[in-house]
């Protein structure tokens, strides 16, 4: 995870900072200004201490991403999810972790019966519609469920 990668070398900046701090602070008389400066010098690196561990505790208790499989791996539906996704975050500034990316992809898959061209053509809906929301788009002319009683869709071609 490059988080990682960039706070171990944030860390490792710190200790630097410190030891070089430490050296100087050997320089600064003890006594009348240089105390003050001294102080003021080890209240402020208490709290970059303070807030890099707290940083640090948010980084280390973070949740790792799963890895998203998509139900078809051709360009075309890569790029229509891609798509998708980039129209969730500027329209509703909404970013899919990979839960919520994983969890999308099987209701998309489910409400289109497994046909890609249809959970295309869904993907494609929920943004002309506008809606941050997933559901079932009726893409024939089919209104009523196996019972006979209508169903609460919206019908939309299939190209």
Known sequence: MK??????AHVDALEEARR??????????????GRKCRQAVERSWKKV????DAIEELIGSSVQPLPVEFPWQDAEFRQA????KEYLEEQHHIVMESRMEIARLKLIRQFA???RAAAIAAIEFYM??????VFEVNTNDEKQDDNGNKK?????PIS
């Open 20 to 33: 070089r701090l430490e050296e100087a602070l050997t320089l600064v008389p003890d006594a009348g200004t």
């Open 152 to 156: 609460n869709v919206i019908t939309i």
């Open 113 to 115: 019966k497994n046909q």
């Open 49 to 52: 201490v303070e807030t890099s």
């Open 81 to 84: 999810w891609q798509t998708y």
């Open 128 to 133: 002309a519609l506008g809606t941050p929301n």
């Open 3 to 8: 988080i990682d990668k960039e706070w171990s």
